[in-house]
């Protein structure tokens, strides 16, 4: 059997995961699993041409492509996926790791676009620092996969599964969900100014919710006001060598934003002036 999934993805360093992950991550760890096919992101003519292979079993896909320079598809795209999978009988396997649990303002990042995934992974936000994850299905495959066909050492600790449902219920009931949302359009917003400001500099700004990048026209530059930035105490991460992800935390609202949007305004300064 195959799986087909996107390339420049990232899912994870361990083994299985990491035959689906950026081939840049693979290095010093081969030999991987064989039987995963890697097909442009967002381009849905590529998945169906995957799909004509009767080996393929499941289709994985992030939402969003996070550590790619937060890779947002077209609108459409994951609908059009789900209408493939179901039409060939293929699961379509959801990795929410990092757009999961209120990141997007929905609580799962698919809900944007009306479908269900048949399989899907959350971690990392789900524990609110405590390590924790965890893989869910539909009943449909769940009746394949019973209490006691796979385990972990540490899986379904109390500690991390109160810290999952303290989490949980601090979201859905904190309101952090329409605050994720509502504060990602402002900073989207103010962002959009920085572009417009510095458009020498600046070459896209995009988000979803509280997942935002600003993509910079040249690695150079990119690399110099994300360090700055670190100095002014605004932490953010460069991707794909030219994209500042932005990752703020669910209670982030306008003074928070406005005072990011500074910082960067003023290293884009200061880059400028360099």
Do not use: W
Not at 22 to 34: H, S, T, V
Not at 230 to 253: D, N, S
């Amino acid at each position: 059997y195959k799986i087909v999934h996107a390339r420049d993805s990232f899912h994870g360093r361990t083994l299985g995961a990491l035959s689906a992950t950026n081939k840049k991550y693979q290095a010093g760890f081969k030999p991987l699993l064989p039987g995963f096919k890697a097909v442009p992101y967002g381009k849905i003519e590529s998945i169906e041409k995957a799909l004509s292979d009767e080996k393929v079993c499941a289709v994985l896909l992030e939402p969003i492509q996070g550590e790619n320079g937060v890779k947002i598809p077209y609108e459409n795209y994951l609908r059009d996926v789900r209408r493939l999978t179901k039409k060939k009988g293929v699961l379509l396997v959801l990795d929410e790791i990092q757009v999961g649990m209120g990141r997007t303002g929905k609580l799962f990042a698919y809900e944007h676009y009306g479908i269900e995934p048949d399989i899907m992974t959350l971690a990392k936000a789900l524990g609110g620092g405590i390590p924790c994850g965890a893989f869910l299905a539909t009943n449909q495959v769940a009746r394949h996969f019973t209490p006691g066909v796979h385990g972990t050492t540490l899986g379904g600790n109390p500690i991390a599964m109160s810290a999952g449902l303290a989490v949980m219920k601090t979201i859905m009931e904190d309101g952090l969900l329409d605050r994720a949302a509502s504060s990602g359009t402002y900073f989207l917003e103010r962002l959009a100014g920085i572009k417009e400001a510095h458009h020498g500099l600046v070459k896209d700004v995009r988000g979803k919710g509280l997942i935002l990048g600003v993509e910079f026209k040249s690695p150079e530059i990119a690399k110099d006001v994300v360090t700055r930035a670190v100095g002014k105490g605004l932490l953010t991460i460069l991707t794909e060598q030219r994209v500042m992800r932005l990752l703020p935390p669910l209670i982030a609202g306008k003074k928070e934003i406005d005072h990011a949007i500074d910082i960067i305004g003023e290293t884009l300064d200061e880059a400028g002036n360099a």
